[in-house]
């Protein structure tokens, strides 16, 4: 009885670690988290030797951001990490692991609009001629309040896939989208919207830190460790940087930040905690990396 005893003692503390992510979209075109849950499995193999296996999956059921929310407050919810834009209220209920996943990219921000309003678009050239055009954005997104405070007219959409269909029906005038985000969308989502178009020559920005977030007890704080420890690795042995190239660097080129004209604003919800003095957490468009 002691052997049995000491044997499923020690198979309880080799199980491997079960992290697990949520579906957010049974739409087909929807690639918005590639990137995050590639550097979560890159972050989760680093740490191996320390932490020991892991099984990383996605949730079998699609989930609301409100959903996947409840879910990450929940006790036993079905997914324990998301990745997400910070706010204060966010790393009050939840632990977050503050490493921007995207460099601060998310922050870069151009437009999806109407084919037919890009003339509009061109005459841009100051805050207030854009605060003139009606932007979109989904319901709770954290952009939303960052751009009210700028002065800024937001309609909200209830559903990712319902804003598309929302800027071409004329109930806003440009979808403000991270520069990766905007041109992959542009690209899924054309076939369906032919009067989209990606305006050429504007670039909205301001700091919005993408941050992994696990559950406020004793498993998700073991687990926010873990993806601390193992995003610090990448960022030491350039790891992070090779996957954000691979996954970001041609949207990046494409995206030609520098010859754009940049409009900045505040984001007033930024926490204290961001760490914004390290230089190596963020992207630098001069240098597009």
Known sequence: MLWTALWLAAGACSAATQVVYPLTSLDDADSRYEYDWAVLRVALQKTAPRYGAFELKQSTQAMSPQRVAQELLTPGGRINVFARATSPELEQQYIPVRLPIDKGLLGYRIFLVRSADLPRFA???TLDDLRKLRVGQGRDWVDVPILRNAGFTVVEGTSYRGL???????????????????????????PSYPDMAMEPALLLQYPLPLYFFTRRDAEGKLLAQRISDGMEMMIKDGSLNTLFQQFKGESIKA????????????????????PLSRGELWFDPVKGK
Do not use: C
Request: net charge positive.
């Open 255 to 274: 995206g030609a930040l520098t010859k754009r004209r940049v409009l900045h604003i505040k984001n007033p919800h930024l926490p204290p905690e961001t």
């Open 164 to 190: 598309f269909a929302m800027l071409s029906a004329g109930r806003f005038d440009w979808f403000s989208r991270g520069i990766d985000e905007a041109q992959r969308e542009y690209i899924e989502r054309h």
């Open 123 to 125: 005459a841009v050239h």
